[in-house]
T-cell receptor, first 112, second 113 residues
Framework: KQEVTQIPAALSVPEGENLVLNCSFT??????LQWFRQDPGKGLTSLLL?????REQTSGRLNASLDKSSGRSTLYIAASQPGDSATYLC???????????FGKGTKLSVIP | DVKVTQSSRYLVKRTGEKVFLECVQD?????MFWYRQDPGLGLRLIYF???????EKGDIPEGYSVSREKKERFSLILESASTNQTSMYLC????????????FGSGTQLSVL
């Protein structure tokens, strides 16, 4: 069974700092991996989707990388802003499966 | 713009009541999902559906059932609500192709007293 770990569980940084969020997973036979953002009391918003054949994906100030063989993904946020404060979750998809396994997330606070 | 709508933002029910949670998507997606989210446990899949009238159990289906009579609508049913079903319930949908993005609704915070 796939297990997903996100470290750290919480992170506080000053505005403007670049930061990296980490995600590791135990089963490398994944089809893709998504990074989501969740604001308090709200649903999840998909930020980036990386297919297993890709190494990275970029959207604005966000860059996600995937090393399938080592079971790791990172989300890089450049020039952080207070509006980036949220919980970030990663979720790999099993090979040939519609199902995602979610990590418990990293709660990010960007201090003005 | 993509939209997944959950009928209630907050819901309070009594133990033993039958509870219906409704979800509608306007993207013509084939796949729809119901998750629950609890502090310390993360998101767990309850049921999903890959077509009208089709359903598959997720990781924690006990105490729940689902209905999908139309492509755009996926209902979660708590047959006899219990206090341990107090949770945030999240509906999601995706296109039929494996590897497509998952779109979530805003969630329903259910309290069972």
């Amino acid at each position: 069974k796939q297990e997903v770990t996100q470290i750290p569980a919480a992170l506080s940084v000053p505005e403007g700092e670049n930061l990296v969020l980490n995600c590791s997973f135990t089963d490398s036979a994944i089809y893709n991996l998504q990074w989501f953002r969740q604001d308090p009391g709200k649903g999840l918003t998909s930020l980036l989707l990386i297919q297993s054949s890709q190494r990275e994906q970029t959207s604005g100030r966000l860059n996600a990388s995937l090393d399938k063989s080592s079971g790791r993904s990172t989300l890089y946020i450049a020039a952080s802003q207070p509006g980036d404060s949220a919980t970030y979750l990663c979720a790999p998809s099993g090979a040939g499966s519609y199902q995602l396994t979610f990590g418990k997330g990293t709660k990010l606070s960007v201090i003005p | 713009d993509v939209k997944v709508t959950q009928s209630s933002r907050y819901l309070v029910k009594r133990t033993g009541e039958k509870v219906f949670l409704e979800c509608v998507q306007d993207m013509d997606h084939e796949n729809m999902f119901w998750y629950r989210q609890d502090p310390g446990l993360g998101l767990r899949l309850i049921y999903f559906s890959y077509d009208v009238k089709m359903k598959e159990k997720g990781d924690i289906p006990e105490g729940y059932s689902v209905s999908r009579e139309k492509k755009e609508r996926f209902s979660l049913i708590l047959e006899s609500a219990s206090t341990n079903q107090t949770s945030m319930y999240l509906c999601a949908s995706s296109h039929s192709l494996i590897g497509e993005k998952l779109f979530f609704g805003s969630g329903t915070q259910l309290s069972v007293l």
